[in-house]
């Protein structure tokens, strides 16, 4: 199965961003507006089995995105920092014709203020120009959303 890894460094502590990600449904839409209208918990509460629904701003649509995207949460790893989530319905599966898409967001500790984003990502179907503008896209995205976290989270210490 295809797969693709991406890691960005973070100025702030592992259990520190870990902990922030806890309110990422509520902060990620106001710190994203232009990208992210809305994220949705459909089923769950946060542990193995949740459904959450993401919803994507028309202006983040117009730039080759998807109007949404449904998650399933597999696994979570409370000590690791690590969790495990599959697209169910729209995302990439719905833009990119996959018929699987499964990802690890990991937050692993590089020293005692610094941390580091390690996503890695497996997915079958869709064509060879559609992996390679989901995984740049996926890239793109993830280096933002969490670039602009890391400075929501330094500028609230």
């Not at 902990?19 to 949705?40: G, V, W, Y």
């Not at 117009?62 to 697209?87: Q, T």
């Not at 995302?91 to 984003?117: M, Q, R, Y």
């Amino acid at each position: 199965m295809p797969s693709f890894q991406h890691e960005v460094e973070l100025g702030v502590s592992a259990p520190t961003m870990w902990n922030s990600l806890k309110d990422q449904n509520t902060l990620f839409p106001k710190l994203m507006p232009e990208a992210i209208a809305s994220i949705e918990m459909i089923q769950g509460a946060g542990e193995p089995g949740t459904i959450r629904q993401i919803n994507f701003t028309p202006m983040a649509t117009a730039n080759g995105g998807f109007a949404f995207v449904k998650e399933k949460l597999l696994s979570i790893d409370l000590e690791k920092f690590s969790a495990v989530s599959e697209e169910v319905e729209g995302g990439n599966k719905g833009a990119f014709g996959f018929t699987k898409w499964v990802h690890e967001i990991k937050i692993v500790p590089v020293d005692d203020k610094t941390s580091k984003l390690v996503f890695s990502a497996e997915y079958e179907g869709g064509s060879e120009d559609a992996a390679s503008k989901a995984v740049a896209r996926a890239k793109e995205y993830l280096t933002k959303a969490f670039k602009t976290f890391e400075e929501h989270i330094k500028s609230s210490a």
